[in-house]
């Protein structure tokens, strides 16, 4: 899911390649790993019709738009969009990008009891973009920290749909305490450029001596 229009132009296409370098040299994502981005939106890796532009071994895409599902399969070709997440399904990463703050709290904690189901063993949940702020206060600050942002916000901002969008303001505390029983969490650094905006790494807690 992205706050964005589906039209891209080239700030959002350099946002996409900051995130994916972000990723590339942060050292989560290993060359072998199977990644799963949920709520892919239009997707923000590289698209290649070889293949070839991944750093890691396979990329599953999931979102809930059709819309979005269909322009993937086409993007990424080589690549599996899923139109729901199976219990078969196992992965070593699952990259959560810029989604958690429309998600009610009581259906997160199911979210991620059905994430550790389908991660492998030491697998992570990379959660990206978590706002440190209210909607209001954080509209406010982008327009100091990224003018070119605040444009496309103010845009969106002006789109009744957009407005219509729950926000739900979870603290990382809240999102640790969510998490805690299954999960070793790692507070992180943004993947994009977005200051007022950070991440969440989770690591999948092994019941196996």
């Given at each position: 899911?992205?706050?964005?229009?589906?039209?891209?132009?080239?700030?959002?296409?350099?946002?996409?390649?900051?995130?994916?370098?972000?990723?590339?040299?942060?050292?989560?994502?290993?060359?072998?790993?199977?990644?799963?981005?949920?709520?892919?939106?239009?997707?923000?890796?590289?698209?290649?019709?070889?293949?070839?532009?991944?750093?890691?071994?396979?990329?599953?895409?999931?979102?809930?738009?059709?819309?979005?599902?269909?322009?993937?399969?086409?993007?990424?070709?080589?690549?599996?969009?899923?139109?729901?997440?199976k219990q078969d399904?196992?992965?070593?990463?699952?990259?959560?990008?810029?989604?958690?703050?429309?998600?009610?709290?009581?259906?997160?904690?199911?979210?991620?009891?059905?994430?550790?189901?389908?991660?492998?063993?030491?697998?992570?949940?990379?959660?990206?973009?978590?706002?440190?702020?209210?909607?209001?206060?954080?509209?406010?600050?982008?327009?100091?920290?990224?003018?070119?942002?605040?444009?496309?916000?103010?845009?969106q901002a002006l789109?009744?749909?957009?407005?219509?969008?729950?926000?739900?303001?979870?603290?990382?505390?809240?999102?640790?305490?969510?998490?805690?029983?299954?999960?070793?969490?790692?507070?992180?650094?943004?993947?994009?450029?977005?200051?007022?905006?950070?991440?969440?790494?989770?690591?999948?807690?092994?019941?196996?001596?």
């Amino acid at each position: 899911m992205h706050i964005f229009k589906e039209k891209e132009n080239e700030y959002i296409k350099l946002v996409n390649k900051k995130i994916v370098d972000n990723l590339k040299n942060s050292g989560f994502i290993k060359k072998n790993d199977s990644v799963l981005d949920f709520g892919c939106g239009t997707g923000i890796w590289e698209s290649s019709k070889k293949g070839e532009d991944m750093f890691f071994c396979e990329l599953y895409l999931f979102d809930i738009n059709p819309k979005n599902r269909e322009y993937c399969n086409k993007k990424y070709p080589k690549h599996v969009v899923l139109d729901e997440l199976k219990q078969d399904l196992k992965v070593n990463v699952i990259f959560v990008n810029s989604i958690i703050q429309y998600i009610e709290k009581k259906e997160l904690k199911k979210l991620l009891i059905k994430f550790h189901s389908i991660l492998k063993k030491d697998g992570i949940i990379i959660i990206s973009d978590i706002p440190k702020y209210s909607r209001v206060i954080e509209f406010i600050l982008t327009f100091f920290v990224d003018f070119k942002l605040f444009k496309i916000q103010t845009k969106q901002a002006l789109n009744s749909n957009y407005r219509k969008t729950e926000f739900f303001k979870l603290s990382i505390k809240e999102l640790i305490s969510i998490s805690n029983g299954n999960f070793q969490s790692k507070i992180f650094q943004n993947m994009d450029n977005n200051t007022n905006r950070i991440s969440l790494i989770l690591k999948t807690k092994n019941d196996e001596s």
